[in-house]
């Protein structure tokens, strides 16, 4: 598996965002087709680290970012989907005319409200592993458990709890002791009101394919054949009603960017020249 550690050639840069700046990476030309990343709950710009060198070597200048609330984007306020959507459509503003959206998880939540508002500034939206609305199944149940943790307790029991749930399943495998210090210290640097927020949100976001539908975007679904946390089955039902190409990248559950970043670049990159 690769590492959220090796960022390649991407260099670091700051955007002004509606709360507070707004952390990204970024690698290719400066006057390349422009592509920006939004990662998931509890996630952050690095999970996009292994496809960043790949799809800046296809042409392509591309953008990840933190959202509001996460790592190394302080954020305050709203953490709402659409108060975040605000937020990324003011960095693909100040990108270009025209950006290509990828949202991971809940950020593809986020990245379809982008979309629906304004979807004249989008050529194309990839929902990674996301789904047509809120979680559920293990993944719900264990937000819902983990909630009073945090409103008690703080992030850093959150985060033993969770590592200590982790530990606990059948084919969990540890990470290298220099990626676990990464991901506690991004998780315990993210924003508790955020964490709350984005909890409720990717339960309790509504299906809102019909929406995404009407834009008249063209639309990639690309999944992890394993992912956990948004059923294959699901996404695939969701690329249906969205009359979207749906992808599953083979080894990878639902990060397939870091699990196999070498089946989830050229899927990506082939639909972005293609739009």
């Not at 709950?41 to 292994?50: I, L, N, Q, V, Y």
């Not at 593809?108 to 500034?121: D, N, S």
């Not at 990674?128 to 559920?136: A, F, K, N, R």
């Not at 709890?161 to 990464?182: G, H, I, N, S």
Request: glycine residues 10%.
């Amino acid at each position: 598996m690769s590492s959220q550690l090796d960022v390649g050639a991407a260099t670091r840069y700051t955007f002004d965002g509606p709360g507070g700046p707004i952390a990204a990476l970024r690698a290719g030309a400066a006057d390349a087709p422009i592509v920006l990343l939004v990662p998931g709950f509890t996630g952050s710009k690095e999970d996009f680290a292994p496809i960043l060198d790949p799809v800046a070597a296809a042409g392509l200048q591309v953008v990840a970012i933190d959202l509001p609330g996460q790592y190394e984007s302080p954020g305050r306020g709203d953490f709402s989907v659409d108060a975040l959507s605000t937020a990324v459509r003011q960095v693909a503003a100040a990108l270009g005319d025209q950006v290509q959206l990828l949202g991971h998880s809940f950020g593809g939540f986020v990245a379809r409200a982008a979309v629906i508002a304004e979807p004249g500034r989008f050529p194309s939206l990839t929902l990674l592993d996301s789904g047509p609305g809120g979680i559920d199944g293990g993944r719900r149940a264990r937000i819902d458990q983990l909630r009073p943790v945090l409103v008690e307790y703080g992030m850093a029991a959150v985060y033993d709890a969770m590592a200590a749930l982790a530990t606990a399943e059948p084919d969990y495998v540890a990470p290298q002791p220099d990626v676990e210090a990464f991901l506690r210290k991004r998780f315990l640097a993210s924003d508790p009101d955020g964490l709350l927020a984005m909890g409720t949100g990717v339960i309790d976001e509504p299906d809102r394919v019909d929406d995404l539908t009407a834009t008249g975007r063209p639309v990639l679904v690309l999944t992890g054949v394993n992912d956990e946390a948004f059923p294959p089955a699901r996404q695939a039902d969701m690329a249906k009603r969205l009359g979207a190409e749906f992808v599953e990248v083979p080894d990878a559950g639902h990060s397939p960017a870091i699990e196999n970043p070498a089946a989830t670049a050229p899927a990506l990159i082939r639909f972005w020249h293609a739009h």
